[in-house]
C-alpha cells in the first residue's frame, strides 16, 4: 500500500545508545592492541549498531530520503541521562526514536513517545511487555513465544506425518511454552480434535513415544544448558535404533558443554530471530 501520510523534506531520527562516552578516558588502544584487555563490548555493539545506521541513511538517501540523526548516550543504570535526553526541547522534534536497547530505559522512554505520538524502535528486546499499552512502540526482536508459534507452522506443514513429541521442562515460562506449541501443532495437525501431538515431562520415559520406522520428532522449549547437554547425551545413545530429529532454539549453539556431534548426528534444527543467509545475493552479498 501507499504511504498517505504527508512527505517531509527531512526526517529528525534520535538514535538512544550505550555509548558510554564518560568511561571513555579508560580505554586503553595500545592494551587492546596487545589483546591485554577487550574494547568494552556493550560500547562496541553500540558503535557497530551505529555504524549499520549510517549505512541504511546511506541508502535511503539514494532513495531521495533525507535524515537528520541525533545522537544520545544513554543506558540501562542511569535514569538520570534519560531524563535529561527527554527534557531537551529538540527531542519533541523527533519523527523517530531508535533505542535503547534494554527494556528499562526503553519503557521510559516508549512512555513519553506514546504521551507525544512519536514512534518508537525496540532494536534488541525480545520481551513483549516494551510494547504493552504503547501503539507508537515497534519491536523487531520477535519473543520466544513468536518464534515457537513459527515453529509450530513450519512442523505443521512439513513434518505432520511424523512422530512429534513436544518435551516440557525447565523454568514455569518454558513449560507454558511447551505447552502453549503443543497446542498450537495440535490444531494444525489434528484440526478434526481427534488427537493432539504427545507431550512428554521431560525426556525420562521418552523412548515409549518413539514409533519405529517414522521419524521421532523432538521439540524443546528449554533453555538450560546442563539439561539440554545431559538430553542431547541421552538421545545420541537411543539414535542408533530410531530415528530422531531434536528442533530447538538458537541459544543451544552458544553452549560450550554440547557436544557438537551429538546435534550433527540428533539432525538438530533450531529456530532463530537472525540468520546470515551467505548465498542471498539480495541481501548479504550486496551488504
Known amino acids: 500500500t501507499m504511504y498517505k501520510g504527508i512527505k517531509k523534506l527531512a526526517y529528525n531520527v534520535a538514535l538512544l545508545l550505550p555509548l558510554d562516552l564518560s568511561n571513555l578516558d579508560q ?3 595500545s592494551e587492546i592492541k ?3 584487555t577487550i574494547f568494552p563490548k556493550k560500547s562496541e555493539i553500540a558503535i557497530q549498531f551505529y555504524e549499520g545506521i549510517l549505512l541504511a541513511i546511506d541508502s535511503m538517501s539514494k532513495l531521495g530520503v533525507k535524515i537528520k540523526l541525533f545522537i544520545y548516550d544513554v543506558d540501562e543504570t542511569d535514569s538520570l541521562k534519560v531524563q535529561l535526553v527527554l527534557d531537551q526541547p529538540q527531542f519533541l522534534k523527533m519523527d523517530l526514536i531508535i533505542g535503547p536497547f534494554s527494556p528499562a530505559p526503553f519503557m521510559r522512554v516508549s512512555d513519553w513517545a506514546n504521551n ?3 514512534a518508537i524502535v525496540s532494536p ?9 499499552k504503547r501503539p507508537t512502540a515497534i519491536k523487531v526482536m520477535p ?9 509450530a507452522l513450519y512442523l505443521g506443514s512439513h513434518c505432520k506425518s511424523e512422530n512429534i513429541i513436544v518435551i516440557s521442562t525447565g523454568t514455569e515460562k518454558e513449560k507454558i511454552a511447551a505447552v502453549t506449541l503443543r497446542n498450537s501443532l495440535t490444531k494444525i495437525i489434528f484440526s478434526g480434535g481427534n488427537d493432539s501431538v504427545k507431550l512428554s515431562n521431560g525426556i525420562v520415559g521418552v523412548k515409549s513415544l518413539f514409533v519405529k520406522g517414522k521419524k521421532n520428532i523432538l521439540v ?8 539440554v547437554a545431559d538430553a542431547m547425551r541421552q538421545l545420541h545413545t537411543l539414535s542408533d535404533h530410531y530415528l530422531i530429529e531434536v528442533h530447538g532454539l538458537s541459544s543451544w549453539m552458544r553452549f560450550g558443554n554440547i557436544d557438537l556431534e551429538y546435534l550433527q548426528t540428533l539432525k538438530f534444527h533450531f529456530v532463530a530471530p537472525l540468520f546470515i543467509d551467505y548465498d542471498s545475493s539480495i541481501a548479504v552479498q550486496r551488504f
Open 27 to 29: 580505554i586503553n588502544p
Open 34 to 36: 596487545k589483546k591485554n
Open 116 to 118: 507525544n505520538h512519536i
Open 124 to 132: 534488541f528486546s525480545p520481551v513483549n511487555r516494551v510494547l504493552f
Open 143 to 151: 519473543s520466544l513465544s513468536s518464534q515457537l508459534e513459527q515453529l
Open 220 to 227: 524443546f522449549s528449554s533453555s538450560d544448558e546442563s539439561y
